[in-house]
């Protein structure tokens, strides 16, 4: 099946972290923006998909994978409210805050076969998400994140961003698995070309770049806001892979160098970073 449609007319969602370690609890008075991973929220909305993949059925490894996400939460409620995070108008519904946004996301894969052992895959990611009346920003569940295994292979999940955003004791290790670093916009290009080498072992090669952003200003993350300076704020990574394809799986190795860090003003100094997974990445 080559194009499929999906809508989900009610969905519901309740977010409350039950257990909140005093460690976690302290590195909250710290940094202030991890309230926002444990904030209790209730999502009330829709959610519609698209998808069309030119390559479910087909023998060729040439095609176009598209996907398109639209998720809308709390309009009714919002309005029936009169809800305005601005004028400190906060709605709630059985004593929680709602959330009130439209998100989108769109997911573009383009695959060329370049001989008969290999293969050319490139993907683009443009998400948008507009926070309104009840909400400042999207809940943290309905955000977007940039890095990890299947993203900017040179940085870890979730620490890119969001723009050129300077996270409090950057230069520490700990600071680097923090998972807060999420925003309402996303922009992500990754391109990877894919020889098969011998046997099962194939190889990879690959470029990532991409970043998140906030829509509104947040007096707690500087530089996070989406400007149109966001060019000069992606993160740049490249490298090189090993795969093993089990027929019933694919185990993946890849090894990653950042070449672009959005909130460094000298080249980036941090090493390789390696990932393991199971699947192809896109």
């Given amino acids: 099946m080559q194009k499929e449609h999906q809508l989900n007319p009610v969905a519901i969602n309740y977010v409350k972290a039950l257990n909140v370690s005093q460690q976690y609890a302290d590195s909250v008075a710290t940094n202030p923006t991890l309230a926002k991973v ?25 095609g176009i994978y ?33 959330a009130q946004f439209v998100k989108t996301e769109f997911d573009l894969r383009y695959y060329r076969q370049i001989s008969r052992r290999s293969q050319w895959a490139n993907r683009l990611i443009i998400g948008v998400g507009y926070p309104y009346g009840n909400s400042q920003q999207l809940p943290f569940v309905k955000q977007f994140f940039a890095g990890g295994n299947n993203s900017l292979r040179g940085f870890r999940s979730r620490t890119v961003g969001p723009g050129r955003y300077i996270r409090p004791n950057n230069d520490s290790p700990d600071a680097l698995f923090l998972p807060d670093q999420s925003g309402d916009i996303k922009l992500e290009f990754n391109s990877e ?34 400007s149109s300076n966001f060019l000069n704020e992606l993160a740049v990574d490249a490298g090189f892979g090993i795969r093993l394809d089990l ?19 000298t080249p980036p100094d941090k090493g390789m970073v390696i990932n393991l997974a199971i699947g192809y990445p896109f």
Wanted: neutral net charge.
């Fill in 66 to 98: 598209f996907n398109a996400l639209v998720d809308w939460a709390g309009n009714i409620l919002g309005l029936a409210r009169g809800a305005n995070w601005k004028t400190d108008e906060v709605a709630t519904l059985f004593g929680v805050q709602f």
């Fill in 247 to 265: 027929t019933i799986l694919l185990l993946r190795l890849d090894f990653a160098f950042p070449l672009k860090v959005p909130y460094a003003t």
């Fill in 193 to 226: 070309y894919r020889p098969k080498l011998f046997s099962i072992f194939e190889g990879a090669l690959f470029i990532d770049a991409g970043n998140v952003w906030l829509l509104n200003e947040d007096p707690l993350k500087p530089g996070a806001k989406f």
């Fill in 38 to 62: 444990i904030e209790q929220q209730f999502i009330v909305g829709s959610t519609y998909n698209y998808n069309y993949n030119q390559l479910a059925g087909a023998n060729s490894r040439s």
